[in-house]
């Protein structure tokens, strides 16, 4: 993968990247399961690789806080993501994690039509009507299972909430913030998972519901450098909180020049040809879940072709 360097010290890049985390919690005894995420560095590196407007950020980076929720669920070398496909401006994104908490995807459409003045952050009229996908890849398993349902809310956050509902009779709350300045830069992303367990009585769930309805903007409180543990424990402090444990995430794709090359290695002899004749030099290979740019010689296209020939 290849970042693109933010505008800062060498010092604050490992001060920020160290903030970005997931944190796994318990409520009322075990009855609530619950994960945080602490992602504005990865949401920052995110929009600087894909270099996309407030709109898109936004779009990509709820969808990106979403997925990596949804790592708290998993474990070994299981993977997990969603995609929506719709017919509104937004056309579809695509997003994955891992149980590493590494998270990468990306928008069908890199810049988003907009006919006038965003008068605030509903996201609905963007996606339209639609489907919302979600794949497991779990590493005990023959083949990934995939969960379908259509888009009621134009909102990931309420979507994702009901593809576990409905899907897997699981009652969630996902609560995604973005954070932007008056100069349209993100300050602070984050947001919670919250899961109702089997023996949770129901004055209990409507007893949280009232809590998430009075909580302020988690992207507000990040920006204001609140710590993760302090908004949990004060956020749901009637609930007795408990947090287990916590780990990275972080923009991360694990393409790399060698991939790029096997994948060109594997085109037909015709292809491979044209390729060495037409060009266009440098080639440039771009991968599609990070916005990573790779360049390639004739010269090293040449050598890569004669290898894979000769094995």
Do not use: W
């Amino acid at each position: 993968m290849i970042k693109k360097q933010l505008n800062e010290s060498v010092k604050d890049s490992f001060k920020e990247k160290a903030k970005d985390r997931i944190y796994i919690f318990l409520l009322a005894n075990g009855a609530i399961r619950g994960a945080f995420i602490y992602g504005t560095r990865m949401i920052k590196e995110m929009r600087a690789n894909f270099d996309l407007g407030v709109l898109e950020t936004l779009v990509l980076g709820q969808a990106y806080l979403g997925c990596g929720l949804l790592s708290s669920n998993l474990k070994g070398n299981d993977r997990i993501g969603f995609k929506i496909d719709c017919s509104g401006p937004i056309k579809g994104i695509s997003v994955e994690t891992n149980a590493f908490g590494e998270v990468r995807g990306s928008l069908k459409q890199a810049q988003i039509p907009v006919d006038k003045s965003l008068e605030d952050f509903n996201l609905s009229p963007f996606f339209g009507a639609g489907l919302l996908t979600v794949t497991k890849y779990l590493e005990d398993a023959k083949q990934p299972y995939a969960g379908r349902i259509a888009l009621l809310y134009g909102s990931i956050a309420k979507d994702l909430a009901n593809y576990f509902y409905s899907s897997e009779q699981i009652p969630t709350v996902f609560n995604l913030s973005i954070k932007f300045n008056t100069n349209g830069e993100v300050t602070g992303a984050g947001g919670f998972l919250l899961q109702l367990m089997p023996d949770a009585s129901d004055e209990l769930a409507k007893n949280l519901e009232n809590i998430i309805n009075d909580l302020p903007s988690i992207g507000n409180l990040i920006e204001e450098d609140k710590a993760p543990d302090h908004i949990i424990c004060e956020s749901f402090k009637g609930l007795a909180p408990k947090i287990l444990n916590d780990y990275r995430v972080e923009f991360f794709c694990r393409c790399n020049e060698n991939m790029m090359l096997n994948y060109l290695s594997m085109f037909s002899e015709k292809d491979k040809e044209e390729i060495l004749e037409n060009g266009p030099f440098p080639l440039q290979i771009r991968c599609h879940n990070c916005n990573s740019l790779y360049e390639f010689s004739k010269k090293e296209i040449s050598s890569i072709f004669k290898k894979k020939n000769n094995s």
